[in-house]
């Protein structure tokens, strides 16, 4: 132990000493300086701000600066395909040249979504469903039923639509609903000797039925002026009521009206 003391305190153990820690420092030095000029420190872009702007904008920007790009195609209702969606890194982020940049943009066709189950959905209920879906509330349309604002149909271009059909996303569903009333029953109302209009008017804002059939009889001149001379169903002893919402029909003609 105490040659080894010894040593410590002679001059060569001294320009060892200082020799191993010149070496160690150039080689820092060395490797510090090679790794900035490797990784070019201090040098870099700025990302420009790509989103919005259309496919063919964002990559001429991107080119100009020699930055890389991959791009996602993802649907989104009511955007312009094309359009740039999202981008990854951020707009205003210091990157090397060369980097890749991420970018998502709108595609030009929806995919199909297959049709949920909203049949005796509420309406709230059945809306919210088919939005999650990417779907969309169209008309809504009352039939006669004990269920209010329950949905019994659904349909898309006039046509009912099954469970699991496949659809275009974005597209408008219309909705028929039950009015609450089921089979209510009212008074046949009399329409002889009213006009179109007339006759209209009283089975929709009175009776809560609807107009079916019409049919002319004889010479019409003026089908404004044109009354109704029969109607079916019509009132009588023996049938007095008939559901909410029966269509009635009616024959016009251009015969004087007949006091009654």
Do not use: C, W
Not at 135 to 156: H, I, N
Not at 169 to 190: A, C, H, M, Q, R
């Amino acid at each position: 132990m105490s040659k080894f003391i010894s040593y410590l305190k002679t001059k060569s153990f001294r320009n060892n000493l200082i020799a191993a820690v010149l070496t160690v420092a150039i080689i820092l030095f060395i490797a510090f300086f090679s790794l900035r000029y490797y990784t070019k420190h201090g040098q870099g872009l700025n990302v420009p701000v790509l989103k919005g702007l259309s496919f063919l904008q964002a990559v001429d920007k991107l080119d100009q600066l020699g930055l890389r790009y991959e791009v996602d195609s993802v649907y989104v209702m009511d955007m312009p395909p094309g359009t740039v969606l999202d981008q990854d890194p951020n707009p205003n982020t210091f990157v090397k040249d060369n980097r890749t940049i991420y970018l998502t943009v709108s595609m030009n066709t929806a995919p199909n979504v297959k049709f949920p189950d909203v049949v005796f959905k509420s309406l709230r209920q059945a809306k919210a469903i088919i939005e999650s879906f990417g779907l969309k509330l169209g008309d809504t349309t009352y039939k006669p039923d004990v269920s209010r604002d329950v949905v019994l149909e659904a349909q898309f271009g006039g046509q009912s639509i099954a469970v699991g059909q496949t659809l275009p996303k974005g597209s408008k569903i219309d909705f028929v609903l039950g009015d609450g009333k089921g089979n209510e029953e009212v008074d046949i109302p009399t329409l002889l000797g009213l006009t179109k209009d007339e006759a209209l008017f009283a089975l929709k804002g009175g009776a809560g039925l609807t107009l079916g059939t019409i049919t002319y009889e004889g010479n019409i001149t003026d089908s404004a002026s044109a009354v109704v001379v029969r109607q079916d169903p019509m009132l009588t002893d023996s049938v007095t009521k008939v559901k909410l919402g029966t269509p009635v029909n009616i024959t016009l003609s251009n015969q004087l009206r007949q006091p009654f």
